[in-house]
Structure formats: C-alpha cells, structure tokens
C-alpha cells in the first residue's frame, strides 16, 4: 500500500466488516466461486484426443464417413452397407498406422524428442496452478 498506515480505529473497523461478512456463508460461497470456471469434461477429453490424433487422421476419417454416408444412403443394400463399413476401417486403420509411422521416422532423425511421462507429469506439478485449483483460504 502506498499510502499512510490505517489507523487502529481503521483496523478495528475493518475487522468487523471483515467478520461480518465472513458470517455471510452464501456470499463467501459466491465470492470463492467466482472468477474462472474449471474447463468441461468434453473440453478435456477433445485436448486429449487431439494431442495424440494427427490433423490427417482426423480429415480422412471425415473425409472416408462422409463419402461413405453419401454412398450408403444412394444404396442401402446390406451388402453395400457392410463394405463400405470394411472400407472406412480399413482407411482410418492405414492413417492411423501411417501418421504413426511417419511420428516415429521423425523422432528417429532427432525431429521430435519422445515425451517421458514421468518428465511430462513433473512439467504439468511445475506449472502455474489455475484459479480453479487454488484451495480456499
């Protein structure tokens, strides 16, 4: 504070405000509730999934569904329906196997280091705590 100093009639003051409110236990609630909010749980689930899923991966099985559909509402026979289920498989499992191929050529030339998870979990303990993480005063 860059002013003078409260005074002890100011202090004295200030304390029973203090303690008046702190009885208040609805607004002690809104006030240690407020600010930002914890991220959703599907939030966290598409971080997830989109750290460890290429673009590509996720594009051809875009891609590879919608022609499929557009396939399969044309021709709704059964034999249709299961070859084009084969196909789809088929051509996400290729992505998915060449974006980990290509992942794994890359940290072999020195590209990208592999991620130990003991050093990942000691980067996450070492970062700046959320406002949603703080334990209440």
Known sequence: MDGPALSGWERRLLEEIESDLRQDTRLDRKLSTMGAKAPGRVRRVCRGVGRRT????????????????GVGVRTPATAVLVALGVVWVATVAAAVAASELLRRRREARGGIEPVDPAEFRERRERRERRPWNRPEA
């Open 54 to 69: 290429s673009a590509g991966v996720v594009l051809t099985a875009l891609m590879m569904t919608a022609i499929c559909l």
